[in-house]
């Protein structure tokens, strides 16, 4: 099992290195929830997400997956996040009187930056984080996610009533939910994109707070940066964001979301984002490629 986190850690930087692009530039997909990365598949060992799907398994899977959670994956995800992303965390004071469950949101901008609302955030605290069902077929990663607490978006209408089940139990447990309202993943990007209103709904309906983290991006500096040249990653708390009990369910929602993105927002206009990779369209990609062939 310990060699599994290891593997886990060594297939995430060697991935690193195959998805991001050297020339620093990435093409923006045509819509803002669009898939910049696209992960490896396993035609044969496809999930099935729907009504029928356990996110609890038995008691034994369960004991195995707080083991696996609070003494092997979280203290090495911790190792890793502080040496090799130079994780750096603010405004934690900011979760002390939150007793229950909450919905944790955040900007999706790094392969691995599930582990921020998992290992570095709060501790003793057990998060569970949504991810695309496409995630559980990466070699390594796709096995461990189930033992540590994933839960993969279900596939069919019927499947939502489940999965809303399970995120309300857990939540009722006094657990955090993580979700990526900005839906896909694109790497290393500074700004925000619009946020689908999926996230807030949990909040909403079970009047559980809403605890954005706002991911951002500093430059290597000094002698690490002839090591590492990819910039440190740092991570701000913000306040939590209660629902209006006063609106109506869907107004409640967008006020929510609304809120979450304004404070996030905010953050990042206070404190900057660097921009390691600079994204354009695939005309501007081509025209740059071509224009350097042509200096060849």
Not at 74 to 85: D, E, N, S, T
Not at 216 to 235: A, D, Q
Request: proline share 5%; hydrophobic share 35%; charged share 25%.
């Amino acid at each position: 099992m310990f060699d599994k986190s290891i593997n886990f850690v060594i297939l995430i930087t060697i991935m690193q290195k195959m998805i991001f692009p050297k020339d620093k530039l990435a093409i923006m997909p045509e819509t803002y929830d669009g898939i910049v990365v696209e992960n490896v598949e396993k035609k044969h060992n496809k999930l099935v997400v729907d009504e029928n799907y356990k996110y609890q398994k038995n008691w034994f899977f369960r004991t195995f997956q707080f083991v696996f959670y609070h003494f092997i994956a979280r203290p090495i995800f911790f190792l890793y996040g502080k040496i090799a992303l130079g994780i750096k965390v603010y405004g934690k004071k900011k979760l002390k009187n939150i007793k229950g469950g909450a919905i944790t949101v955040s900007n999706h901008v790094h392969y691995v930056d599930f582990m921020i609302a998992t290992a570095f955030v709060k501790r003793f605290r057990r998060s569970h984080i949504v991810s695309r069902k496409e995630n559980f077929n990466v070699p390594y990663v796709g096995k461990l996610m189930s033992a540590f607490g994933v839960m993969p978006l279900p596939d069919t209408t019927k499947a939502n009533m489940n999965f809303y089940r399970q995120i309300t139990t857990y939540l009722k447990k006094n657990r955090f939910v993580h979700i990526f309202p900005e839906g896909s993943m694109w790497p290393y990007y500074n700004k925000l994109r619009p946020f689908k209103s999926g996230a807030f709904h949990f909040s909403s309906k079970n009047n559980v707070p809403v605890i954005p983290y706002v991911i951002t991006f500093r430059k290597t500096k000094g002698l690490r940066r002839l090591v590492k040249k990819r910039p440190k990653l740092s991570v701000y708390i913000c306040d939590p964001i209660y629902p209006d009990l006063s609106k109506g369910t869907r107004e409640r929602n967008d006020d929510l979301r609304d809120r979450a993105q304004n404070a996030m927002q905010k953050v990042l206009d206070e404190h900057g984002s660097f921009e390691y990779y600079k994204y354009v369209t695939k005309e501007e990609f081509e025209k740059i490629q071509n224009e350097k062939q042509t200096k060849k």
